[in-house]
């Protein structure tokens, strides 16, 4: 039997209420197979945690979590607390400290009903955004000077190295040669004269290699542009740390809303672990509520499921999300149903089981 050891962050808002659902399918699927099983170890950090002990998270917290299989984080952020600190001190620290460098977002329309776009369908929205998740413009690099005075002046620098910028275009290289698609790199060229001139550079150099991967290139602007006016044009998008998180919330957005978007930060060597969550936020305005969506926080359980070999289970969560999705009266009421957050994991776990058992 193959054990999966996983670290559970709940975290703030809604994060506990939709992590407890991804658990349940986990276990769900436990029960199932025979062959597979998953330990939790559940951590209290979070802005709660801030706010009683002036941190985000334990000293030790990296040393605690550095032997699990995978990290599963729910959500970080809370009135009272500044996002620069919810952010950097906890979400940017495991990514940095673990070496994810790659995160994975996947944007797909699991339902037609669920793009605001006219005549769109599940055909036309279907690709994934790779995106640089360790430097660039999240580096943390600059300085503040004569704080306060009339001459004040704040330097936020865009960090791109060699290691950095390469690793992720040849994953990106290599995720679209085996799965035969194209692959368009983002950046901002004509703008930023250092750093995405070296990106393009960079991305033709590593382009060589891989002779059979068709390539494009826009800048920033324009593919903003294109993801709602021409989304069928991507299939495979490498860009940057800033550019990816802004980008990716444009493709939530034509793929039915944030309470539909997933992300994997990988460090693909499995040196350290990875984490998957969704990436909503904490949504305090519903928090406590019951009626925060679920769906992408399991949508991560499917990415986890993957990253630990597990396809066909990772396929089966994948394929049930978009069963239920069919299923509007057993949605939450931001999709236009009224099933509570518990109640849509429940029926999740009902699809599943009888999906197995075809």
């Not at 029960?31 to 979070?46: L, Y």
């Not at 040669?177 to 060229?189: A, F, H, P, V």
Request: aromatic share 12%; hydrophobic share 40%.
């Amino acid at each position: 039997m193959k054990t999966f050891n996983i670290a559970l962050i709940p975290g703030d808002g809604i994060g506990p209420e939709v992590v407890a659902e991804g658990v349940k399918i986990l276990k769900a699927i436990e029960e199932i197979d025979a062959n597979i099983s998953f330990s939790f170890t559940e951590f209290p950090w979070g802005c709660e945690y801030y706010l009683e002990h002036g941190k985000m998270m334990a000293d030790d917290g990296i040393d605690k979590l550095k032997n699990f299989d995978a990290i599963y984080l729910g959500a970080v952020g809370y009135p009272g607390v500044p996002d620069h600190i919810s952010l950097w001190d906890l979400l940017l620290q495991i990514r940095k400290q673990f070496d994810q460098y790659v995160n994975i977002r996947p944007i797909t329309l699991l339902n037609d009903s669920l793009t605001p776009l006219k005549n769109r369908t599940g055909e036309d929205i279907d690709f994934l955004v790779i995106r640089e998740n360790s430097e660039g413009e999240y580096a943390g690099a600059g300085d503040w000077l004569f704080k306060g005075k009339p001459e004040e002046v704040v330097l936020q620098t865009g960090v791109f190295s060699r290691k950095g910028t390469e690793r992720i275009i040849r994953y990106a290289y290599e995720e679209a040669s085996n799965s035969n698609r194209t692959l368009t790199s983002i950046s901002k060229g004509n703008a930023l004269n250092y750093s995405m001139v070296f990106w393009d550079e960079v991305f033709e150099e590593v382009g060589k290699e891989y002779p059979e991967v068709e390539t494009y290139s826009y800048l920033v602007d324009a593919a903003s542009l294109y993801f709602v006016t021409d989304p069928m044009r991507f299939e495979v998008v490498v860009t940057s740390n800033l550019f990816g998180d802004i980008l990716t919330d444009i493709g939530a957005a034509i793929t039915g809303g944030m309470g539909l978007a997933t992300g994997a930060n990988v460090n693909p060597e499995k040196e350290f672990p990875s984490m998957f969550e969704p990436v909503h936020g904490s949504a305090p305005d519903i928090a406590g509520k019951g009626i925060a969506n679920p769906i992408a926080a399991i949508w991560s359980v499917s990415q986890m499921l993957d990253f630990f070999g597990e396809e066909k289970w990772g396929e089966i969560v994948l394929s049930t999300i978009k069963d239920l999705l069919k299923e509007t009266e057993h949605l939450t009421p931001d999709l236009g149903g009224s099933f509570s957050t518990a109640e849509v994991g429940d029926r999740f776990v009902e699809k599943l089981r009888t999906y197995t058992n075809q």
